[in-house]
DNA sequence: GCCAAGTATATGAGCGTTCAACTAAAATGG
DNA sequence: CCATTTTAGTTGAACGCTCATATACTTGGC
């Protein structure tokens, strides 16, 4: 198969294992803040988040879960749960008869609020605290461009 | 509590967003190779690595712990599940009769070897393909920098 | 030496995620 | 129109992770 294998070098492999802490780091911290605080894991705050950014506070599965970043039978169990807290809601879609919509409920809404505050404490605590304004844009253009690469 | 929140600003929700699509992006096709190609999740491909590295390929929970990046329970669980697969074993520490060493086994060490090139291909096609040298250097201080902040 | 406090690790329940089916409804295309 | 394929979404089992708790040993004061 593969011919031989192209090794990380010294700098690459220091690289890529403060990469794997700094980002296991920043994601432990936040979702500890998130449990705590607020009851919930990051993935239901990207769903809730994103839906209340939408027009309606709804939106269709499908899109959802591409927007929130989550593999759609992650958000099904997910809305699921949501739905169990009366936080989400799901309505069936007119146009087709297959899809649903979630739409985020007032209460949802208010859960989202109540979680926000500490939630943007801790990012800015576990990451654009630590770094310059310098750091932040080179960290903007590298997530991007790896960003890019599914999205061709 | 907290007085006023320090919202992110247009710039840094889009640094924020791209950071967790990114992060998400590369973890992702990190486990989906791991667990395809070679059976496991990366958390157990880190402590085999670090089992690997360390002389008589032996080293106490804690210190593993530690240097593999996981709770002490996760590791606890982590080993307990490698042992069944017999790529590790425990061994009882003679100094403290608390503690106990993992050893990496031939086992081990051969499922390391043949999961290694997979890897190690996926981290670069994942992340550092993308990058130009300047954003890999960045990169790497701006993980440090964040790395560093627990280690105070 | 003894007792309190601390340390090293294990364990079990609960939960979220993944993966592979599965259902049901649209689109496609003869 | 009917048959096939595609798309939308759900479901359940397997598994890893977290949190709280438990166990067993060690250490430090007195």
Redesign the interface.
Known sequence: M?PM????DA??Q???R??????????GALDRQLQRDAGMPHTYY?ILVTLSETPGRRMRMSELAGRA?CSQSRLSHAVARLEERGWVRREPCPDDRRGSFAVLTEAGFDALAAA???H??E??R???D??SPE??R?????????????ER
């Open positions: 593969a294998t192209r090794w990380l700098d690459e220091r690289t890529w403060n990469f794997v802490a700094a980002t296991q780091h920043v994601y990207m970043q926000a505050p500490g943007v404490e990012v800015r576990s990451l654009f630590v770094l750091q932040v080179a960290l903007n253009e590298i997530c991007a461009a790896v960003r890019n690469t599914l």
